[in-house]
């Protein structure tokens, strides 16, 4: 089994930045792709970014630009740095985690954290 724990998040004006982080923890060899989604009330969750064990990234298009994701193997941990910040990223953001490389079907995830940006 696999924990994931993340930490960041709050309440930030628009055009600000906030940085997350997700530290994985149990039988983390068995973790490929690692990375962030996102569920704002009434929608369906989203996903933000993901970066492999082989250090590939991607992003959805509406965070393009101004979400980078990182990833330190050494602590097995995730950051997402969050710049430019919109109201509409409003949104319990959740890590999550796979055995592939893929993280459309993660197998592992955090409890999540709000992020609230402000107009």
């Known amino acids: 089994q696999v924990q994931l724990v993340e930490s960041g998040g709050g309440l930030v004006q628009a055009g600000g930045s906030l940085s997350l982080s997700c530290a994985a923890s149990?039988?983390?060899?068995?973790?490929?792709?690692m990375g962030w989604y996102r569920q704002a009330p009434g929608t369906q969750r989203e996903l933000v970014a993901v970066?492999?064990?082989?250090?590939?990234?991607d992003f959805a298009d509406s965070v393009k630009g101004r979400f980078t994701i990182s990833r330190d193997n050494a602590k097995n941990t995730v950051y997402l740095q969050m710049n430019g910040l919109k109201p509409d990223d409003t949104a319990v953001y959740y890590c999550?985690?796979?055995?592939?490389?893929?993280?459309?079907?993660?197998?592992?995830w955090g409890q999540g954290t709000q992020v609230t940006v402000s107009s």
């Open positions: 970066t492999t064990r082989a250090g590939s990234t």
């Open positions: 999550a985690a796979s055995r592939l490389a893929s993280l459309l079907y993660p197998n592992y």
């Open positions: 149990g039988s983390i060899f068995s973790i490929n792709a």
